[in-house]
């Protein structure tokens, strides 16, 4: 029985259910060995940085922008491209002919192509990709349309000027892309050509220092031209005043009162002028093509931050290109947590976003900390947002630090953190990227180190920059350097004024060696040859006669009718000269014979005496060039027989009659004769000198009597 029991269980049974058991053990066995697997792996994904694919990242969240609308504007170039002028930008894009995607993002170099094709990948779609930045089409590719991408880009970029700005150019891309390939082509290389060869465009928009210039162009203006015209108009009439002049006299009535007038008018007009049209040549009012943004454009990238800071100590800029990976990420989120519990510490706030000149803060890192900490201080649940804040630049790889409420050094944050930490060393710049991740840790590290202080510090409240619409604004033509235009104007009149005095003087001395002054009468006695050539016959009447139609040039109407006898001289001797003074300056001119020359000499110097007053009708019987006689005496001027004749005496030859008579003979006149040979000026036959004897009056009678004018 009992061996029938035993034997009696079923076996088969019993082997079934160990069977079981053994499969049911070897399942849980595969499947923890598996769960260890994938949890042991999972950390090793993550530290390889082909798992940080930056731009699929990137792509992922740009082509989710395009998918909502087909353009899309950062919001880091409030100051330069606007989000609001995305509407402009699909408005061009549409003009294509094709489907168009437009990424308007700071210039990111080496990610372009890249990211273009990246962004078509995620998105899906066909069609026209392009990528601007501050600067104009930097990217633009074509995915399963026809459009000449390529030749749109290069003509954008030698067409237009540098400073065209990113709407302008982009205008012309979709332009040249509507045209064609081949038109397309062939006009890229026109423009390649082109600018090859020199000709680039001219800039449209001018700087602040082109400003400064325009207003110290204006000043001079100003202050030059009308100076010049009121100050230089008489000093050059009163040198032609005092040079000598070949026309014949005028009485020279008193001036109209409007011609007085005349030159300042004239100066005050072009002062009005130059004053009115200035701001019409000069009438840039801005720097670039850039729009005003509206105050949403401004903080909309803070607001963004600020938004994600409130989720998650660290915001990384889903538009630039990755830096951190999942386990730099994890490891910063776990040093943030460590060092908020120690003692002193508190929030650690990292944000990694481009800072540019043309974004909301300017470029001021320290300004873009307290702008993202007065938001996250109105976010609902974190109060008064005090913490480090920790603002690291992805482009650059840049890394600035600022306290706000927490019980550290401030100053020691801003200018003590190591370069390798701030800046960077050599193995981080030639990282794609920067080795932000070591860098972030390393100042946790530093952090954690820093010393506490006793009370809350804060590294201050960060300047204003200047607002995007003065900042694009030029200044005022009429200030800068308009008041140094106004003074350098007037030197430079005075400069004119001295540099033409000179040369006027060197005209001046020029005219008077090749035009002898007038003698004074006491000076001609010691001064006249006794044996004149007829070159110097000639220039001392051209000299004594200009002297005479100067003299009479400035005198009155109401005075000629008294000066009857001065004029009456004058009028003689231009009878002699045919009216034209130039003549003689001629070999061959009128009147150009010696005793005529004599005779033109003494009837000049006699009108010059009679508008002066002096009456006396006689000049030296010895020697007429000697001037005026001082009495009459009988001498002997021959050296044949002993006849004496009645002649007016100059004071010289007054002296000499009476101490030493034998020098009358050597000073008598003569005057070259024909053949060479001189003889007595007043033995020419048909002179009109042989009647000088009776006085100069008689000779100027004579001289009208037989002119031939008479």
């Not at 100590?313 to 947590?337: G, K, M, N």
């Not at 944000?351 to 300017?362: C, G, Q, R």
Request: with cysteine; charged share 25%.
């Amino acid at each position: 029985m009992t061996t029938l029991t035993t034997a009696g269980r079923p076996p088969t049974d019993h082997t079934a259910s160990g069977v079981i058991r053994l499969l049911l053990t070897l399942c849980g066995l595969t499947a923890l060995l598996l769960t260890s697997a994938t949890l042991v792996a999972a950390p090793a994904r993550a530290a390889d940085p082909s798992a940080a694919d930056r731009p699929p990242t990137q792509a992922a969240y740009l082509a989710d922008r395009l998918r909502e609308s087909p353009v899309h504007v950062t919001d880091q170039l409030p100051r330069e491209i606007p989000p609001s002028m995305a509407p402009d930008f699909a408005r061009l894009a549409e003009r294509t002919g094709v489907p168009t995607y437009v990424l308007v993002l700071p210039y990111q170099s080496g990610f372009g192509e890249d990211l273009l094709g990246a962004v078509h990948d995620r998105l899906g779609r066909d069609g026209l990709f392009v990528l601007l930045d501050e600067s104009g089409v930097s990217e633009a590719a074509a995915y399963g349309v026809s459009a000449p991408a390529g030749a749109a880009r290069t003509t954008a970029r030698f067409e237009l000027p540098y400073d065209a700005g990113p709407l302008r150019r982009f205008e012309l891309f979709v332009d040249v892309v509507a045209q064609g390939t081949e038109k397309a082509e062939a006009r890229a290389d026109a423009a390649r050509e082109k600018f090859r060869t020199g000709n680039k465009p001219e800039e449209m928009y001018v700087g602040p220092s082109d400003r400064k210039n325009q207003s110290f162009v204006t000043g001079i203006a100003l202050t030059a031209v009308p100076l010049t015209i009121l100050l230089l108009a008489p000093c050059v009439r009163r040198a032609r005043r005092r040079f000598p002049r070949a026309t014949p006299p005028r009485p020279a009535a008193g001036r109209p009162v409007w011609r007085r007038l005349l030159t300042p008018g004239l100066a005050l007009a072009t002062a009005a002028a130059i004053a009115l049209t200035a701001p019409l040549v000069f009438d840039q009012t801005k720097r670039g093509p850039a729009p005003l943004p509206t105050s949403g454009d401004m903080t909309a990238r803070v607001e963004r931050v600020a938004a994600g800071l409130a989720r998650d100590p660290v915001y990384v800029d889903p538009e630039s290109p990755q830096v951190l990976d999942a386990t730099q990420l994890s490891r910063l989120h776990d040093r943030i947590e460590r060092f908020g519990r120690s003692e002193g510490g508190g929030p650690v706030y990292v944000t990694v976003v481009p800072h540019l000149p043309e974004d909301e803060s300017a470029g001021d890192e320290d300004l873009f900390a307290a702008a993202v900490r007065a938001e996250l201080s109105k976010a609902d649940g974190v109060g008064e947002a005090d913490g480090v804040y920790v603002v690291a630049d992805p482009l650059d790889g840049y890394i600035d630090v600022f306290n706000h409420g927490l019980r550290l050094e401030s100053l020691r944050l801003l200018h003590d953190i190591p370069e390798s930490i701030s800046y960077g060393d050599d193995r981080s710049n030639e990282a794609d990227d920067h080795l932000l991740g070591e860098r972030l840790d390393a100042l946790m590290t530093y952090l954690d180190e820093s010393p506490r202080t006793d009370e809350p510090t804060s590294s201050g409240d960060p300047a204003r920059p200047l607002s995007p619409k003065a900042e694009n604004s030029l200044p005022p033509l009429f200030a800068t350097d308009f008041l140094p235009g106004l003074f350098v104007g007037v030197v430079a009149v005075l400069l004119l004024l001295g540099l033409v005095a000179g040369v006027l003087g060197i005209v001046g001395a020029v005219l008077r060696r090749r035009r002898p002054p007038r003698l004074p009468t006491e000076a001609l006695a010691l001064a006249a040859p006794n044996e004149p050539s007829k070159a110097y016959l000639r220039r001392t009447a051209y000299a004594e006669l200009l002297a005479a139609a100067q003299a009479f040039s400035v005198t009155a109407d109401e005075n000629l009718a008294d000066d009857g006898l001065a004029w009456n001289r004058y009028d003689a001797a231009m009878f002699l000269v045919d009216r034209d003074i130039n003549s003689l300056r001629s070999l061959g001119g009128s009147g150009a014979d010696p005793a005529t020359l004599l005779a033109v000499v003494v009837l000049a110097r006699a009108a010059c005496y009679a508008l002066d007053g002096d009456t006396n009708s006689r000049c030296c019987g010895i020697n007429p060039l000697h001037g005026p006689s001082a009495g009459r005496r009988h001498v002997r001027v021959s050296d044949q027989g002993h006849r004496r004749r009645m002649l007016s005496l100059c004071p010289l030859c007054l002296d000499s009659a009476t101490a030493a008579p034998h020098e009358l003979r050597e000073r008598m006149l003569t005057l070259p004769g024909p053949a060479g040979i001189r003889v007595p000026y007043d033995e020419p036959a048909g002179s009109p000198l042989s009647v000088l004897d009776d006085g100069i009056d008689r000779l100027a009678d004579e001289v009208r009597e037989t002119s031939p004018v008479q």
